[in-house]
Structure formats: C-alpha cells, structure tokens
C-alpha cells in the first residue's frame, strides 16, 4: 500500500525566512497531494492540494512542487511569519482510491521565531 | 454553524469504562471518517463510512465501534478502555475538495 515519508520532523526559521518541507510517496499511481496546518488545540486544516497532472502550485506565500517521476513533493513558505507555526501535514490519496482515504506523512512542527 | 463538530472536547477516564465521542457535521456529505492522533502527532485513519455504511475499517481493535444513526451523524462508541487508547479523535468530512476535519476530542485513559 501507499506510504509517505516526510521530512523535516522539525523544523526552526527566523521570521521572514523560507521554509521547506519535503514528501516522498511510494505508490506511483496516487493522484490528489493535499497539505494541511494543524495549530495547537484544532483540527488539521487544508492550506493548499495538488493533483497528479499538475507541477507546481501557488496561493499567496505559499507553494507545493511535484515531481511524479521522482514520487516527491514539497511545501515551500515564503516570508515566513510566527503565525505560520503550527504542524504541517503532507497526505496522498493513493491511485486505488478506497472511499477517499488518505495517508499522510509524520508532520512537520515548524516553529518561526520572531 | 461549525461544519464539523464534536463532543466532547475532553474525555478523562479510567480503564475498563466504555466511552462514546459524537461526531456532527452540516456539510451535506455523504462519506465521513474517524482518525486517531498519538502522542507523536500521528495522523492515522481509523473507519470511513459512506451514507451509514462502514467502507474502511483500518484493523482496529473491536473495542472500536463506529456508528452512524444518519448521514450527518459518525459517533465513536469505545469498550474497555485502556492506556493506550489515549490519544486525541478526530472526525472528518469527505467534500467535493477535501476532508474537512473536526476540533479533535482528547481521550485520556487513567
């Protein structure tokens, strides 16, 4: 079945840096590579999604990168601020779609230091 | 109106008690879940239901019961609690666009 590696499971920017979180998937027929913040105490929340025939995406100060042939996909924050501290969640929807399940990868706790 | 909601927010408990964690959702949508987060931030899936009928069942212990009374409606029943089921619930919502996720209910088994 379908499993997703994420790395960094830290990660520590000064405000107004970048930050980078990277995703590698083992199923090469998944399709649909969401993205999701989870702040303390809530819910994970969906920031920004790819689909498989598209390489890059971009909302604001946020973009993902995919590279199928690879089977990896990145989160990148730009100017990044301390409200962007929170866990980020990569996901993939694997190609056997089985009611929309999901498997996401280990989070990322991403700390911006003012 | 929240789109996902549940109760309660916090359940403290000691071993061996059943406990239910309810699930509501006004989204409109047929195909919910529950997840269970560790101690890790592990976001694992545990059931899917599509219109009150179970599609995933993740190996989960049977001392996990999901119930769906209607569409809008996944309630997590738990028998025999033990230390490890300690962990924070989440319940979620399939959309045309993606899983809607509920606040999380924290279960904490003594």
């Known amino acids: 079945g379908e499993n997703v590696e994420q790395h960094p499971s830290t990660l520590s920017v000064q405000e107004g840096d970048s930050a980078v979180i990277k995703c590698t998937y083992s199923?090469?027929?998944?399709?649909?590579f969401p993205w999701y913040k989870q702040e303390l105490g809530k819910g994970p929340q969906l920031i920004i999604d790819?689909?498989?025939?598209?390489g890059e995406k971009k909302d604001q100060r946020i973009a993902v990168t995919l590279n199928k042939t690879a089977k990896h996909f990145s989160l990148h924050i730009t100017e990044t601020q301390p409200e962007d501290s929170a866990v980020y969640f990569c996901?993939?929807?694997?190609?056997?779609?089985?009611?929309?399940?999901?498997?996401f990868g280990q989070g990322t706790e991403l700390s911006v230091k003012p | 109106d929240t789109a996902v909601s549940q109760t309660p927010k916090y359940l403290v408990t000691q071993m061996g008690n059943d406990k239910s964690i309810k699930c509501e959702q006004n989204l409109g949508h047929d195909t919910m879940y529950w997840y269970k987060q560790d101690s890790k931030k592990f976001l694992k899936i545990m059931f899917s239901?599509?219109?009150?009928?179970?599609?995933i069942n993740e190996t989960v212990p049977n001392r996990f019961s999901p119930k769906s009374p209607d569409k809008a409606h996944l309630n997590l029943h738990i028998n025999s609690l033990e230390l490890g089921d300690s962990a924070v619930y989440f319940c979620a919502v399939k959309t045309t666009r993606e899983q809607y996720f509920g606040p999380g209910t924290r279960l904490t088994v003594t």
């Open positions: 790819i689909r498989s025939n598209v």
């Open positions: 996901a993939a929807l694997p190609g056997q779609n089985q009611g929309g399940k999901l498997i």
């Open positions: 199923d090469s027929a998944s399709n649909y």
């Open positions: 239901y599509n219109n009150k009928e179970l599609i």
